[in-house]
């Protein structure tokens, strides 16, 4: 596949269409600050591949669900558990099954989305290509993930 890159081979990530990010996720009841110098006990669901980029001072618990790891965090058995907390620029309301736990910034991964096209198309047509990689940076992603979320049934609509 082909990225926009830099000169220097490396992918350009101002053309990145998304930016999500994964923040430490703690119980809202829970008023001890986090400190991510400090050794943080961590719930992360066995297969996440976050796992291997958590600083080498985090205590790792493996759980077998999503669910068992909120629950840990709740009952503050373990600090902390991970999740999205941010799109674009964004910081998103945390929605069941995470309600009770309240992010913790700055988020600890950034994950970035770019439009690639084949080789092939790229080298038939890289002006094409470029021209598409900028176009794509006109879309204000913040309004447009705002958008709808205003246009999404709230919890209330759904009982």
């Known amino acids: 596949m082909a990225y ?9 990530q101002q053309y990145a269409i998304n930016r999500i990010s994964t923040c430490l996720l703690k119980s809202k009841t829970n008023k001890a600050a986090l ?7 961590l719930a992360v669901p066995r297969g996440y591949a976050i796992r291997e ?5 985090f205590s790792i618990f493996e759980t077998d669900s999503l669910e068992h790891a909120i629950a840990l965090v709740e009952n503050e058995l373990l600090d ?3 999740g999205l907390c941010q799109i674009g620029n964004m910081p998103i309301s945390l929605s069941p099954p995470f309600n009770h736990l309240e992010a913790v910034f700055p988020p ?3 994950s970035f989305g770019f439009m690639a096209f084949s080789e092939q198309f790229y080298q038939q047509h890289p002006e094409l290509s470029w021209k598409v990689w900028r176009a794509s940076q006109l ?15 709230s919890q209330m609509d759904k009982q």
Do not use: F, V
């Open 80 to 82: 902390a558990t991970i």
């Open 139 to 153: 879309i204000n992603l913040d309004t447009l993930y705002s958008e709808y979320l205003r246009s999404q049934p």
């Open 108 to 110: 600890l991964e950034m």
């Open 35 to 41: 400190n991510l110098s400090k050794e943080i006990e």
């Open 4 to 12: 926009p890159k830099n000169p220097d081979g490396t992918i350009a």
């Open 53 to 57: 980029s958590m600083p080498k001072h």
